[in-house]
Structure formats: structure tokens, C-alpha cells
């Protein structure tokens, strides 16, 4: 059965550094989503995304995020400066193209980022 | 406020006994509302799902309740399982590809 895949599972990082999330999405996945879950808390939407660009973003997804499907498989989540509250597991998340009534959205396993 | 209220945070159940999590929602434009399994190391997997327009949904041994007027939504859980240990997620959202707005998560284990 095809899957989202998150590469990768763990990243660490520098505060104030720069970290791509990388995910592959099932082939024939329209919608992609990004949600984020630190430690402890419930899920929490960032952005979604939608015919090459952003339909939605929560109050999280701020400048020092961007998001962008490069070759048309890969959807990654940049965060361009770091903080230590960036650390979380943070999901990808996609729905299928087609006559879909309901919003079934397929989870990755994660990224976990550690910004020390 | 679109928030989704879970409770309980955790729960313990005896094998063969019955798991209920209760969610709570605030956005009445919401008009769809899954519940997500999730296993240790994977990410949130659709386990049911019910719209509005009715009061109860049942697969296998899994039901969900709906009490529109309440704005209320509970799982029930019957012959709990081991393997059905895991944290569950309710979430409120609209049909239309629209964001999940999930509850805080209740931690079920299931005892032997």
C-alpha cells in the first residue's frame, strides 16, 4: 500500500540554522499539508498547499517558514532561522486527486527536529 | 476560536472492556470530524470518520456518537483490545480539503 514518506525521521540542529523537511507524498495526492506536534501537545496545522501554491496557513507559519514541491514529488518545509520552540515532530500530511467527498488525509511518519 | 476539547488526557482499560474519549467542538461550520490513530513512531492514521447529518457511525468494533446540539463527539471503543494501544485524535474540519483541527489526544492502553 502506497505511504507518505518524511525524510529525515530525526534531524538536530543549531539554533539559528537553516532545516529543510523533506516528504513524498502517495503519487497521485493532490492537497499536502504540513502539521507540527511538540512534545506533549496536540497537532497543530502550519500550511497547506495546493496546485503549486499556499491555500492556507495558520498564525505559526511564519517568514521563517516556506514550503514548495521542487520536481513534482518531493514537498519539503524550510525554516529558515531556527528557534528552540521550532523543536517538534513535524507530520506531512496529503489528500488524493479524483471525486473525493471526504477529507481524508494521509499521515506520514514524521520528522522529528531537535533545535538545541 | 475553531478549538476541538479531548478528554480524557489517558486512559486504562482491561482487555474486553469499553475505551470512550470524548471531544468537544466550537466551529458549527465544521462538517466533518475524524478520529486518528496513532502508534508510536508512525504518524496519525484514519481510523473513522462521521459527518454531522447523522448520530452514530460504527465500523467493527469502533462507534463514534454525535450530539449536534451538544457540539459533543465520542469514540467508543468495544472489546478493547491490546493492540489497540495507542494515542487517539479527534479532529474537527470541513469537507472540502480543508485543515485538521485536532483535539489534545488521549493515550489508551489496554491491559491484559
Known amino acids: 500500500e502506497p505511504e507518505v514518506t518524511q525524510t529525515p525521521s530525526h534531524q538536530v540542529t543549531q539554533m539559528g540554522q537553516e532545516v529543510i523537511l523533506r516528504c513524498v507524498p502517495i503519487s497521485n495526492h493532490l492537497y499536502f499539508y504540513w502539521y507540527r506536534q511538540i512534545l506533549g501537545q496536540k497537532v497543530e496545522f502550519l500550511v497547506s498547499f495546493y496546485n503549486n501554491e499556499i491555500s492556507e496557513k495558520s498564525e505559526i507559519f511564519d517568514d521563517q517558514f516556506s514550503v514548495e514541491r521542487p520536481d513534482g514529488s518531493n514537498f519539503t518545509l524550510k525554516i529558515r532561522s531556527t528557534k528552540l520552540e521550532d523543536s517538534a515532530m513535524y507530520f506531512c500530511?496529503?489528500?488524493?486527486?479524483?471525486?473525493?467527498?471526504?477529507?481524508?488525509?494521509?499521515f506520514g511518519p514524521g520528522t522529528r527536529l531537535t533545535v538545541l | 476560536q475553531q478549538q476541538v476539547k479531548q478528554s480524557p488526557q489517558s486512559l486504562i482499560v482491561q482487555k474486553g472492556g469499553i475505551s470512550i474519549i470524548n471531544c468537544a467542538y466550537e466551529n458549527t461550520a465544521f462538517d466533518y470530524f475524524p478520529w486518528y490513530q496513532q502508534f508510536p513512531g508512525k504518524g496519525p492514521a484514519l481510523l473513522i470518520a462521521?459527518?454531522?447529518?447523522?448520530s452514530e457511525k460504527k465500523e467493527g468494533r469502533f462507534t463514534i456518537s454525535f450530539n449536534k446540539s451538544a457540539k459533543q463527539f465520542s469514540l467508543h471503543i468495544m472489546d478493547s483490545q491490546p493492540g489497540d494501544s495507542a494515542t487517539y485524535f479527534c479532529a474537527g474540519t470541513l469537507l472540502t480539503a480543508s485543515k485538521l483541527t485536532f483535539g489534545t489526544g488521549t493515550r489508551l492502553q489496554v491491559t491484559l
Open positions: 500530511a496529503s489528500i488524493p486527486a479524483g471525486l473525493r467527498p471526504y477529507n481524508e488525509q494521509f
Open positions: 462521521i459527518r454531522p447529518d447523522v
